[in-house]
């Protein structure tokens, strides 16, 4: 599997803007699906956003309309806009394959914080 490291995570003020990058071990083209996932401590990670390989994108309704997924695939890199940030926006965000399964290997992610 193509390993998969989120960065670029730190504090921002609510209405603030970040913008996170994913770093791949190998190419993502042969990937049918790439995504982020986010994780608030003590619960699960939940799937945020994803884009397919057919250009189509989806969004968790939470994020939808402040954040956008970027890919460049002659890179090898992943990116996640956010925009219009909010206090609950204050998690750890992970890059990965989209689906994931029980079989998955996880980076270590990058927190976000955002302060009202």
């Known amino acids: 599997q193509v390993r998969m490291v989120a960065s670029g995570g730190g504090s921002v003020q609510a209405g603030g803007s970040l913008t996170l990058s994913c770093d791949t071990s190998g190419s993502i083209n042969g990937i049918p699906g790439v995504g982020w996932y986010r994780q608030v401590p003590g619960k699960e990670r939940e799937w945020t956003v994803d884009a397919y390989r057919n250009r189509t994108t989806h969004y968790a309704d939470s994020v939808s309309g402040r954040f956008a997924i970027a890919i460049y695939a002659d890179r090898n890199l992943l990116l996640l806009q956010m925009n219009d940030m909010r206090p609950e926006d204050t998690v750890v965000y992970y890059c990965?394959?989209?689906?994931?399964?029980?079989?998955?290997?996880w980076g270590p992610g990058t927190q976000v914080t955002v302060s009202s």
């Open positions: 990965n394959v989209v689906p994931s399964t029980p079989r998955t290997s």
